[in-house]
């Protein structure tokens, strides 16, 4: 009996092991399967988008993001954010967005439900916000790098003579109150903007501000110029004029009071023997009073450590330089405020003619605009085709997915700078396909060459004929060279120039 019980049980092992076998091995089928039906559905997408470009007499690019709306539009500037192509490759609810300021503008304190790292383009700025229950202040020029967190409130400044700002800024979404998108809660407004106190009931804010009726209307009423506005002629509003003429202690005495933190609710760590940030917003002192005229009492203001300072890209050694450019990558141990966004920041600047060697990101989707210049950007699918081969100019704006291959070319008129963003802050630490630094070198030998059909002899002549690293010389793009040149250039990079 109990031999039999153990067959018995033995063979419904085997059975149970054999379902559980058959199980896996459907599974594996059917995400296969899945797999391959989300390359099917991706492809029909961009089949449909190419024909409704095509019908447009639009050129499909699916990595140049083309369409961008505008979220904030004023005689005294307008912010504009662009659309992302979507699909399965991007990573990451990131948007990209471009604000422009006239001379002595100011865009009205607010705050967001996405984080946003800001890129000083071109002019000056002024940064105000709420650190730590202070104001703090900081003044950006060109090649500033500075974040700020969502549900933190801030104003911005052109404080340029005569010249309009520029800023490039990624916008975080994945706290968002809808994915994808963000919103903006204006502190200050009156009729356009609508700052988010005129939602309360006006008995509710007459009692916690100690205000009549009166004095509430005009509050709530007066400012109807939009979220940018002029600060300092004819077309300026009072509140704001006033408001930046203020001392800074006088500012936090304002702008305090309707924004505050709950310090026990989030802390950051920050590297380098930084103290904890909190930046949380809080409710309890939203209602606090802006009108009142006491003297500000020791405890309004606590000491609690600098906020951090901004990071200039320009400032900053090269990562990587060379005769044909250089290259910048900013991530969390560099700058540690990036730590919290999860996002990290680069700047390349290619001379006339030359170009990034082929490489991929293995770590994030890269997000680019070209700065200055112009050049050529291509893209490669994971079968080996071209997925992009497009020329880009000023102002342009390409994503490239995670593992895509991909290089970057300079034209022959003169330097292509692009600036962008990653969707990581940790190191990214590309992988060079092609280069005195490539992966190709790296796994150099007799599998490499097996799978390329070539003897090592002939593969190493091939990957050891050029001698330049991540940023090369590329005679197809550079400018035409002079005969005596050809020898040289034969030399360096071999027969199969």
Known sequence: MGRRRSSRSRALSLLVLGLLLCHGLLGMAVGYDEEEEDWRREREREEKRREREEERGEDFEPFLLKDSKHVVKTDAGEMRVVKSFGGRFVQGPMRIGF???????????????????????????????????????????????????????????????????????????????????????FVGGGINPTSVLSGFDSEILENAFNVTHAELKEFLTSQQ????????DSRSPKLWSKFLE?????????????????????EEEYSGGEK????????????????SNREKRPEDVKGKGKSPDSYNLYDRKPDFKNNYG???????????????????VYLVNLTAGSMMAPHINPRATEFGIVLRGSGNI????????????????????????RYFPFCQIASRTGPMEFFGF????????????????????????????AAFGLTEDRLRNITDAQREAVILPSPMAAPPIQAEKIPELIKTFGSDL
Request: glycine residues 8%.
């Open 99 to 185: 604000i422009m300021m006239e001379p002595k503008t100011l865009f009205v304190p607010q705050y967001l439900d996405s984080s946003l790292i800001i890129f000083i383009r071109r002019g000056e700025a002024k940064l105000g916000f709420i650190y730590k229950d202070q104001l703090a202040e900081r003044r950006l020029k060109i090649g500033d790098v500075y974040r700020i967190p969502a549900g933190s409130a801030f104003y911005l400044v052109n404080t340029g003579e005569g010249q309009r700002l520029h800023i490039i800024c990624s916008i975080d979404t994945s706290e968002s109150l809808t994915f994808g998108s963000f919103q903006s809660f």
């Open 225 to 232: 110029e939009g979220p940018i506005v002029y600060i300092s």
């Open 246 to 266: 203020l001392k800074e202690s006088e500012k936090l005495e304002h702008l305090k009071k309707m924004v505050g933190f709950d310090d026990e609710e989030e």
């Open 276 to 291: 904890k940030e909190e930046e949380i917003w809080s409710w309890r002192k939203l209602l606090g009073s802006v009108f």
């Open 326 to 344: 250089w290259s910048v990558a900013l991530d969390e141990t560099s700058y540690s405020p990036l730590r919290k966004s999860g996002f990290g």
């Open 378 to 401: 291509q893209i490669v699918y994971p079968n080996g085709s071209l997925a992009m081969n497009t020329d880009v100019k000023e102002g342009d704006v390409f994503w490239v997915p």
């Open 422 to 449: 990653s969707t990581s802050a940790r190191k990214n630490r590309p992988q060079f396909l092609v280069g005195a630094s490539s992966i190709l070198r790296s796994m150099r030998g007799p599998e490499l060459a």
